[in-house]
Structure formats: structure tokens, C-alpha cells
């Protein structure tokens, strides 16, 4: 006779404080709001709770939030904090503060990664300690289901049909493991169960049950459900891009009762998506990543009424008189008023000999996320001097042994934020060298193993140098994904979109002038990084893309 299985623990949420009244009533709150989904463990000194999480880990149980009070005798809640977040690196944490101790609070946003500090008393808990809790358990929650895994995806680690699954499942926030045929021992015992050889990689393993042999993103994204088909016959806006600039119209038009659809070729978030951490978007003081950020924007979207069609791809727009169709590769027609572009750009690709060849098996254009751990203790290249390059060195040195950034210009004050550049000078692991640039790249077993570099000294000599690397992230500029507009919407020379005064001068045919962020096409907007001459940061996006919505009012009501 079977024994029955115990159900699973609840995920722990931590509470430390050396005063037990604080201690009591922070406990009660957290029980009563949120006690059906987690369990709360209660400590009254630093020591007896990290004992409490070494505790918690040896029984393999999870821990979801961290919360310590700053002022306790013999270990402060950020020295406590420190600790804690090697034992449960994934937990969100959190520090109970006096007002006085908001230096203290804020040093620990840089210290260890503080997700939020509180201040006490935080009465009522239902506006003052509800909210707070649930957004942060709400993003635990979904980092958890990412990391359990409903899909399990066997391949190879330095192959490019393996890279671009992975990377499609992770930014499109669908729960996947990946197993590495090579390290995996897990990995040829599913193999050899389904009876799939070595030379049909990769293959995704579906929660029902299903086994896809070298599928296609699309093939994936319909089995999935990701992709999806239009519910209406007419839409008042159109988005094409799901990066903060689209997200931000989607969010705007359908709060303000238009009906409107998003379509984005890859995954919600864009170019932003994949930056490991966003530091100087308003609102967030520590800081959060573009998934996080995409997100939030995707679920405030749906939640509003927009629609999303996702790994949907526009490749032409029609004008006939008051309408606007988008044609999609699949091979549908949208058909709308108003049109917004937020196509936004992609990274420029590296011209020198070899790095072609070994694109997504060592050589990766952005951040590539997926990768991360897979660099533990290795070295990695990051080429670029501009703020998605210094975010990238900064979330690799987390991992590998050593980064290394490779910077054409002559310094970083051009082209970086102030804080990424404090930030990189104080890691240890990362090497910056300006004045350099790759000449070429080589692997061996078709992976990346070396890359050439060239560096000029002060005296205006050239020196070539070949480094030992086993990846390389690429951040060399961008250009605009607008080919599908040519000969309907007037560019520049570059490709971005010319709006608004450009757009009047460039080839306009109405009597009145074009709106701010209004193409040569009537009725037809543009936002964010593809605009002509726009500000490349998410802010502006996100700034641009609502903005978009009240011109797109204003044309409704004007014409």
C-alpha cells in the first residue's frame, strides 16, 4: 500500500526584528493578507534568522520575501540582509525603517539589491504594507513558475536553434527548463525515453505531452498559445512594436475606449526587454529588469481591454482613403483609423570575419539573459560603450570570472549614464578597454573560443591581441526596423521615421500641419526609438507612446 504524498510547504516569508512588539504586529499583518499562500517564519535577531534560512534550505523549502527591521543590536538589517541574499538569492527583500534611517535605506538599494524599504508605522496595512507585499510576491510568484518549468527544451548549449528557443520562452515569459544535452544527465535519459536522436535537436518537451523536433519559434508559439489570431474586423489603433513605447499606447488607447491591438514580432518589451536592469526610469528606486518591466506593461494592457498579438510580424501598409491596413507575414490584414509605429530598432550586426559564423553559439547580440548562468566562473566579452552594454557587464559579473568590455571610443563619458560607469568602476571582475575594437572571431568545435582584438595606444600605433573568451555580447548601435514601410512612409537616410515639422517639409499633402508624432501618412503616428531624432531611453518611449494616444484622439475628432 502507497504511502500518501505530504503536500508541498508554502513558500516562507522571513520576519526579523529585535522588538517583539514590531515583530508581533508585522507577523499578524503579513498572516492576514497574505498567510493562505505563504507561511510566515518569525526571528528576533539577525543570527537566529539566517539559522532559520539554512534551515529552510537544507529541507529544500522556498523563501519568497525577506523582511528586516535596520536598527537591531549586533547585526543591522542590511548586514543581516547580506547574508540572507546568498543563502535565498532570489528572495525580494525588504527594511523596516525609521524616518531617520532613509540614508541607510537608500545605501542599501546598492548594497544588497533592496527592493524596498518601509517605513513604520505602516498603518493601515491595507494601503500601507498590502500593496507593497503583493506587487513583490506577485513578481516572486512569476520568477518562481518561469524557473519550475512547464516546458522542458533538450539541445545543445552552443547551438543557434537551441539559443533562439530559449530565448523566445524566457522573454516571452513562459514557465521552460532547459536541459544541456552535454552536462545533463536528465537530458539523454528523456532522449532516449521518447526515442529522439542526437541529430533532431533541439527538441521541446510540452506539459501535454506533446514532442516538437526542431521546431520553429512559430511552431512552438502555436502549441503554446503565445501567437494568436484578431477577434475584431476593424480596429481604431493599430501598434506595431510591443517594446515601452507600444506598451505605452496599447495602455493609453484602450484606458481612454479604443479598440486596440498591439502586434510585436518577438516578445512584449522590445529592445528594453532584455536589459538586465533599468536603473533611472522614474519611479522604481531600485531599479527593475525590462522583463519585469515588460511585464507589468503587458498585463496592464490586457487588463484594459488591448488586445496582443505576439511573434506576429508586419511586412507592408496600405492607405486607401480613410483606412489603413497592416498585412502581417502570416499572412492576415488588420484593418484600422489610426496606425502607431513603435517598431523600434535592432542591434547593428558585427561585420568583422567570424562572428556571423558563430552567432547563438557564443556570440549573442543584446543581453541574452538565458546565458547567464551558463557563464559561470567563464570569460565574457560585452563590445559596446553605451548604456545596454554597461548594464550587461554589470549583470555578468554576477557570474562569469572575468568580463571584459570592449569600447571603440576613447572613454565611457559619451556614451553612458554617470551611474553605470560608478557602478563598473567599482567591480572588481570587469576590465574596461577603450580605444579597442574587434578584428575577428574563431571557434572550435563551431563555438566561440577567441576573439582578436585591436587597440589604439596614445602615439596613434595599432596593437592586435588575441583573448581566450568562451561567449560575447554584442551592444554596437542600432538601426530601425521600418523596411516593411518603404515607399509609404517618408525616412531619413538612416531609415528612422520622419513626424511631425520633418514629416511637413519631407512630403505632406494636407492643408493643415502634421501632427508632433504624425508620419507623411495622415492618421499615421510613429513612437519611440524609430522616430527620427528621438531620445533612445525608455522614459521617452514610454513618454512618446502616450503622447501617440491624444494624437490619435485629436485626428479622430479633426481629421
Known amino acids: 500500500m502507497s504511502t500518501p504524498q505530504s503536500p508541498p510547504r508554502r513558500p516562507a516569508i522571513v520576519v526579523v526584528d529585535d522588538e517583539p512588539a514590531v515583530l508581533a504586529a ?79 535605506a537608500i545605501s542599501a538599494i546598492n ?36 524557473a519550475a518549468g512547464g516546458v522542458r527544451v533538450i539541445g545543445h548549449r552552443f547551438s543557434k536553434a537551441s539559443h533562439d528557443l530559449r530565448d523566445f520562452l524566457a522573454r516571452n515569459r513562459v514557465p521552460a527548463r532547459w536541459l544541456d544535452v552535454e552536462r545533463d544527465g536528465e537530458a539523454r535519459e528523456l532522449l532516449e525515453v521518447i526515442g529522439v536522436g542526437l541529430d533532431c535537436l533541439p527538441v521541446a518537451l510540452l506539459e501535454d505531452g506533446g514532442v516538437l523536433e526542431r521546431p520553429t519559434i ?41 479598440k486596440t491591438i498591439l502586434v510585436e514580432r518577438e516578445a512584449p518589451g522590445g529592445q528594453a526587454g532584455q536589459s538586465s ?41 496600405r492607405v486607401e482613403g480613410a483606412g489603413r491596413f497592416v498585412e502581417l507575414g502570416s499572412g492576415a490584414t488588420l484593418s484600422a483609423t489610426c496606425v502607431v509605429v513603435a517598431s523600434g ?39 559596446g ?9 554589470v549583470y555578468f559579473s554576477g557570474y562569469a570570472r572575468q568580463v571584459t568590455m570592449l569600447v571603440r571610443g576613447p572613454d565611457l563619458e559619451r556614451s553612458m549614464s554617470h551611474y553605470l560607469i560608478a557602478q563598473l568602476a567599482e567591480l572588481p571582475n570587469v576590465e574596461v578597454r577603450t580605444n579597442t575594437a574587434p578584428v575577428s572571431a574563431a571557434g572550435v568545435d563551431e563555438h566561440l573560443s577567441t576573439i582578436t582584438v585591436a587597440t589604439k595606444g596614445e602615439d596613434g600605433t595599432v596593437a592586435e591581441e588575441t583573448m581566450d573568451v568562451d561567449a560575447c555580447f554584442i ?42 508624432l504624425e508620419t507623411t501618412v495622415p492618421g499615421v503616428f510613429v513612437a519611440g526609438d524609430v522616430r527620427a531624432r528621438s531620445i533612445k531611453r525608455v522614459a521617452s518611449a514610454v513618454g512618446e507612446g502616450s503622447m501617440s494616444v491624444s494624437l490619435v484622439h485629436q485626428y479622430l475628432v479633426e481629421g
Open 26 to 104: 508585522v507577523s499578524r499583518d503579513l498572516r492576514r493578507g497574505f498567510g493562505e499562500r505563504f507561511r510566515v517564519v518569525r526571528a528576533g535577531s539577525g543570527p537566529e534568522a539566517l539559522a532559520s534560512l539554512k534551515e529552510l534550505r537544507t529541507r529544500g523549502d522556498q523563501v519568497a520575501l525577506l523582511v528586516a527591521d535596520q536598527r537591531m543590536p549586533g547585526m543591522s538589517g542590511t548586514e543581516y540582509l547580506v547574508e540572507a541574499r546568498k543563502l535565498f538569492p532570489e528572495a525580494k527583500r525588504v527594511l523596516l525603517t525609521a524616518y531617520a534611517d532613509t540614508e541607510a
Open 111 to 146: 548594497e544588497v539589491a533592496l527592493d524596498y524599504y518601509l517605513l513604520k508605522p505602516w498603518d493601515p496595512p491595507e494601503e500601507q504594507l498590502f500593496p507593497v507585499v503583493e506587487d513583490l510576491l506577485t513578481t516572486w510568484e512569476s520568477g518562481a513558475a518561469l
Open 218 to 258: 512559430l511552431e512552438l508559439a502555436e502549441r503554446l498559445g503565445v501567437s494568436s489570431t484578431p477577434t475584431q474586423e476593424h480596429y481604431d489603433l493599430v501598434i506595431i512594436g510591443g517594446g515601452p513605447a507600444g506598451l505605452a499606447a496599447a495602455v493609453y488607447g484602450a484606458s481612454e475606449g479604443l
Open 277 to 317: 536592469r533599468i536603473e533611472n526610469y522614474l519611479g522604481f528606486p531600485a531599479g527593475l529588469t525590462g522583463s519585469d518591466l515588460a511585464r507589468r506593461g503587458t498585463d496592464q494592457a490586457r487588463r484594459l481591454g488591448a488586445e496582443l498579438l505576439t511573434v506576429s510580424d508586419a511586412v507592408s501598409l
Open 345 to 383: 530598432v535592432s542591434y547593428r550586426q558585427l561585420e568583422a570575419p567570424g562572428f556571423q559564423e558563430l552567432t547563438g553559439a557564443g556570440v549573442y547580440y543584446g543581453a541574452a539573459l538565458t546565458e547567464a548562468r551558463a557563464c559561470s566562473d567563464q570569460h565574457v566579452v560585452v563590445i
Open 385 to 393: 560603450g553605451a548604456n545596454s552594454a554597461g548594464q550587461a557587464a
Open 475 to 516: 551592444f554596437i548601435g542600432a538601426q530601425p526596423r521600418t523596411d516593411w514601410l518603404d515607399g509609404v512612409v517618408a525616412r531619413d537616410e538612416r531609415g528612422f521615421i520622419l513626424a511631425g515639422s520633418d514629416a511637413q517639409a519631407a512630403d505632406w499633402s494636407l492643408a493643415r500641419d502634421p501632427y508632433l
